[in-house]
């Protein structure tokens, strides 16, 4: 891990156990998202593309995955089931 990558440098500010969840929530964004840049935003990993697309965090006892406004809008049918707010 790059700890001179502000995202890297995040991530590893958390034990190993969370480090692997949020890495692997990293490379699922980055699959789905291959041209989406990367960057601290709201001090959060956040990937942008055209405006930001998704943010992600690690808390004390949860990840929280923050998609922009528009995803949330764009697959409210299939999160039904999920607790959800405006940005989450």
């Given amino acids: 891990m790059d700890t001179n990558n502000p995202v890297d440098a995040y991530i590893a500010q958390f034990p190993p156990a969370v480090q692997a969840r949020l890495q692997a929530l990293r490379?699922?964004?980055r699959e789905a998202a291959p041209d989406a840049a990367e960057k601290i935003s709201y001090r959060m990993p956040t990937f942008y593309l055209h405006g930001n697309l998704v943010h992600f965090?690690?808390?004390k006892?949860?990840?929280s995955l923050?998609?922009?406004p528009s995803g949330v809008a764009a697959f409210a049918h299939r999160l039904t089931d999920y607790k959800t707010s405006k940005g989450t």
Avoid: M, Q, R
């Fill in 27 to 29: 490379a699922a964004i």
């Fill in 57 to 59: 965090a690690a808390f």
């Fill in 61 to 63: 006892d949860h990840i």
């Fill in 66 to 68: 923050f998609p922009a």
